[in-house]
């Protein structure tokens, strides 16, 4: 298949970028996606597994559901979705595979509500994680996030638009050649911003807070968010800083990603997310310690995130489990976090800044799923996708179990962990 390259994806989104120390930008490097795109593509229709029509039984599991491990029992795979414990005709109908889960406890699927995978081997990483959906939290050109999606057995992706932006911010600068078009240079601008957007199949809006550095002013995150909610679409806030949070706020941004490296939320900010109880965080502390430690900005730290997370957590605010999970062979200019295996660190940083095991579970799947309007999975309930992860042990007790895998299906196809 030939493909036709319109001038936006042969342009120059140098790195998909989430933060950058101030002042520093990295080279604008020129980036054609054509290659990635071909290669994503070809390996979609090489890779494209068959969803088991059989029966597949995972015997003795205990289910967590929510809240707690259900007593064991046997669950059923079949057609890529989880089944009901019927016979069949006849009543003679074996499941064609049974796995024994004595000891094991089976959870839904983990989503992480922020990565930016960029080709087969990211979605495989995630897979082999246990990681069955992710949020790809920049989609810098729509053919190269539509070249990632509907890959039988691998993890499945929720797409955000283009960064929303304006000229003289840091992420004005990675934007870099697509220039003008691609910036917010006023108010009036937001709608046609959304409106493109949405018609390239963007699932969210994503909105860049660049405060107390230049950027979108509030006016403009206004109304961003206002077109976003009148096309039916959220809006999720990057916003690394304090005074980045309180404009998400003011904007009433449905999530605001990132936790504060400069210093924690204070009781100003609390009581605005009191108020507003519509927004929700994704912190990616995975993302916010690797910053700290790789970049070393001056006067952030990993600790100002952490205690902004047990205060929201005391606050009563939903969080997400994210990671920002980001690759590109160079952490000279980027902070870079693995695929997969940084969703279980930020489990474990979450129960750390105040979570409850259950609590960060539920990060990573049913809340996940609702915010992301993903009624299909994140239950393990029939009729649901089959998105499972079984894992040794109860990490209800304790979060470090996750990383135990005994065995992983996406939309009914076996995963092989790593
Ligand atoms: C996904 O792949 C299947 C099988 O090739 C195809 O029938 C379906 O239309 C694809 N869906 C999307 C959204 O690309
Ligand atoms: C908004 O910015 C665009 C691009 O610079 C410009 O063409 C337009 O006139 C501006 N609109 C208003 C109302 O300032
Ligand atoms: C760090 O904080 C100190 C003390 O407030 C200040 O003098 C300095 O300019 C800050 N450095 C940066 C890079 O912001
Ligand atoms: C995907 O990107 C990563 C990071 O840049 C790279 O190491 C890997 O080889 C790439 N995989 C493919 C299939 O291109
Ligand atoms: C949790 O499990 C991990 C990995 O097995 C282990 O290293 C750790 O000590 C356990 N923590 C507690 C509190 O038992
Ligand atoms: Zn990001």
């Not at 797409?159 to 990675?174: D, K, Q, R, V, Y």
């Not at 940084?342 to 915010?371: F, K, W």
Request: glycine share 8%.
């Amino acid at each position: 298949m030939r493909l036709s390259l319109a001038p936006v994806f042969c342009l120059l989104v140098p790195t998909l970028a989430c933060y950058y120390p101030r002042g520093e930008v990295p080279a604008t490097l020129p980036r054609d996606y054509s290659a990635v795109i071909k290669d994503n593509i070809h390996a979609r229709s090489l890779n494209r597994r068959q969803i088991p029509s059989q029966r597949v039984a995972l015997t003795n599991v205990r289910v967590f559901d929510g809240s707690c491990l259900q007593p064991p029992s046997t669950v059923y795979i079949e057609n890529g979705r989880i089944s009901q414990c019927v016979a069949c005709e006849g009543g003679n109908c074996p499941p064609a595979e049974t796995y024994d889960g004595q000891g094991m406890t089976l959870l839904p699927g983990l989503i992480d509500a922020h990565a930016h995978p960029m080709n087969v081997t990211n979605l495989e990483d995630l897979a082999k994680a246990g990681v069955t959906t992710a949020v790809n939290a920049f989609c810098p050109a729509p053919p190269l996030c539509a070249s990632l999606k509907n890959h039988t057995g691998l993890t499945s992706l929720v797409t955000a638009s283009f960064l929303a932006t304006a000229p003289g911010s840091e992420h004005a600068m990675i934007v870099g050649p697509l220039g003008a078009p691609y910036l917010i240079h006023n108010a009036s601008q937001a709608g046609p911003f959304v409106a493109q957007q949405v018609k390239q199949g963007a699932d969210f809006i994503k909105m860049i807070g660049s405060a107390p550095e230049t950027g979108l002013t509030q006016a403009e995150q206004n109304a961003l968010v206002a077109a976003s909610h009148k096309a039916g679409k959220q809006v999720i806030l990057h916003a690394p800083r304090h005074a980045a949070y309180v404009q998400g706020l003011l904007a009433g941004a449905d999530q605001i990603h990132h936790s504060t490296l400069d210093t924690p939320i204070d009781d100003r900010v609390v009581d605005m997310f009191k108020k507003n109880r519509n927004t929700i965080v994704c912190p990616t502390l995975v993302a916010m310690r690797a910053i700290v430690e790789q970049i070393k900005p001056a006067n952030e730290t990993y600790d100002s995130a952490v205690e902004t997370v047990t205060k929201l957590h005391e606050a009563g605010v939903t969080i997400l489990a994210g990671t920002d999970s980001f690759e590109n062979g160079d952490s000279a200019v980027q902070a870079e976090v693995p695929f997969g295996s940084s969703l279980h660190d930020e489990l474990e940083n979450l129960v750390a800044a105040g979570l409850s095991p259950v609590e960060a579970l539920n990060a990573a799947t049913i809340n996940a799923a609702r915010h992301f309007g993903l009624a299909d999975r994140a239950v393990i309930r029939e009729g649901m996708r089959a998105d499972l992860l079984l894992v040794r042990g109860d990490p209800t007790v304790n979060i470090s179990a996750t990383r135990d895998i005994a065995g992983i299906w996406i939309g009914g196809v076996q995963v092989k962990s790593q």
